[in-house]
């Protein structure tokens, strides 16, 4: 749905403006502006920032304004427009100290039907077992305990950001001795603990498994990891960490894809809706944004209005190969230099058909077997050397390659040839 409004200045009226919209309006000695209007003008031009449910949209700036107001951080060609491949800043960067922190623990898992440890073969399982049952008063340190139904196992959980007492989170319970399966088991009371060794999380609870194990005298079958489950809402947050966020006056913006384009569009895009050079990008990861003073002490509402906002992220060309598998992925942005190739395999094949050579009836000769081999030698001579054209596109590139009629494991050495030789403009990754 369209919303209108009108703004005049000097007998000059923009009517009908559509929600979101860029104004950038002509003006001598113009009017006091509206309190939406930026506080950034260059003679000539006067840039204005209209509302956009929200937030507010981005505007637009002279060449010789500063960056922050410069229509670059758009990257669709018209300032503030979203571009088709343009995303919200929330999906682009992570908040310093929001984050999880990793949790993990040891423990036993009770209940399996003779799948767990053998107490022989795990010396762990057996000496924890004997502690756990000396705390519940069970002395059975002398003796001899031939029990398969427990299994020592790791647990391990993110600790959410801002999780509070009291707040349940899921759990990973893992085998760590010879047990074939967690099946049917109880994870018993265990403590999970930080990187500090201070207890943060208890888990306990019925163990989910996803795969399965069957077996007979003379077959096998397993499906999935039987020795892997998983605890929902398994475990109790019993300590906070303790962070702030709300009355910082300063806070830093990660990227997770770092790139120094991209880390100064959204600079550009917090200050246009700051009205101020309120955020810098200190390096291709990192953009430093300091908290205006009518958002001292609501910081929160301020990150609210910023993960809104749309920038058209920027890559670096790059082509990933997964030379296991033959999986070849290139981005958008990787560009070729018109190369020609020739590839071709040289194969030789060699095969043995043996024939048997039999006497004549009533002779004194004896049957033998000749050998016959034949070789046979294939240099592919028809394939020729194919042009690749220069690509504009990435479906053009990809159209140039199809030519050469070659699978993916081939396209993976005919690529590297083409970078060694400098046509590929684009970095390659192997994994």
């Known amino acids: 749905m369209q919303r209108s409004m009108s703004i005049l200045i000097r007998n000059v009226t923009l009517a009908a ?24 003008t260059t003679p000539g031009i006067r840039t204005y920032v209209v509302p956009s449910g929200p937030v507010v949209a981005a505007v637009t700036a002279p060449a010789d304004a500063p960056y922050w107001k410069r229509d670059e951080f758009s990257g669709a060609g018209q300032p503030g427009q979203a571009g088709p491949t343009s995303a919200r800043i929330k999906d682009l960067i992570d908040i310093e100290g929001v984050r999880e922190n990793q949790l993990i623990g040891y423990g036993l ?14 010396p762990f399982t057996r000496q924890s077992l004997i502690a756990m049952l000396e705390r519940l008063g069970v002395n059975t340190r002398n003796a001899t305990l031939r029990t398969k139904n427990v299994a020592a196992v790791m647990v391990t959980a993110s600790l959410p950001p801002f999780g509070t007492q009291g707040t349940r989170i899921d759990i990973t319970v893992s085998a760590m001795g010879d047990a074939t399966s967690l099946q049917g088991g109880t994870l018993l009371v265990t403590p999970l603990l930080g990187a500090d060794g201070e207890v943060y999380a208890v888990g306990q609870g019925p163990v989910a498994v996803i795969g399965f194990q069957a077996e007979g005298a003379a077959a ?40 120094l384009t ?12 700051l009205g101020e050079a309120a955020a810098e ?27 809104q906002l749309r920038v058209q992220p920027d890559n670096t060309a790059k082509v990933v190969i997964d030379e296991r598998s033959g999986i070849i992925v290139m981005g958008r942005e990787v560009r070729v230099s018109t190369v020609a190739v020739a590839q071709g395999n040289l194969t030789v094949t ?45 479906q053009e590139l990809v159209d140039g390659l199809n030519s050469l009629g070659i699978g993916p494991r081939d396209l993976i050495g005919i690529l590297q040839a083409i970078k060694a030789s400098g046509a590929l403009q684009a970095e390659i990754e192997v994994m």
């Open 109 to 122: 898992v009770v209940g399996l039907n003779g799948t767990g440890d053998s107490l022989n073969a795990s």
């Open 220 to 259: 096998k079958v397993v499906r999935g990891v039987p020795t892997t489950g998983r605890i929902s809402n398994g475990a109790l947050v019993e300590r906070e960490i303790e962070f702030a966020l709300a009355n910082a006056t300063a806070v830093r913006l990660a990227l997770r894809n770092p790139d």
């Open 17 to 40: 403006l559509t929600a979101g919209a860029i104004l950038a309006v002509s003006h001598a000695r113009a009017a006091e502006p509206p309190p939406y209007a930026s506080g950034g």
């Open 350 to 394: 060699i095969s043995e058909q043996p024939i048997v050579s039999q006497p004549d009836p009533f002779s004194d000769g004896e049957t033998v077997v000749v050998p016959r081999t034949t070789v046979q030698v294939d240099d592919e001579s028809h394939r020729q050397l194919a042009i690749v054209q220069q690509g504009v596109t990435l």
């Open 281 to 307: 990008p200190r390096d291709p990861a990192t953009v430093q944004l300091i908290v205006p003073l009518s958002y001292k002490n609501n910081l929160i509402r301020l990150l609210t209005e910023i993960e």
């Open 262 to 273: 991209t880390a100064r569009r959204i600079a550009g895009a917090i200050n246009t809706l």
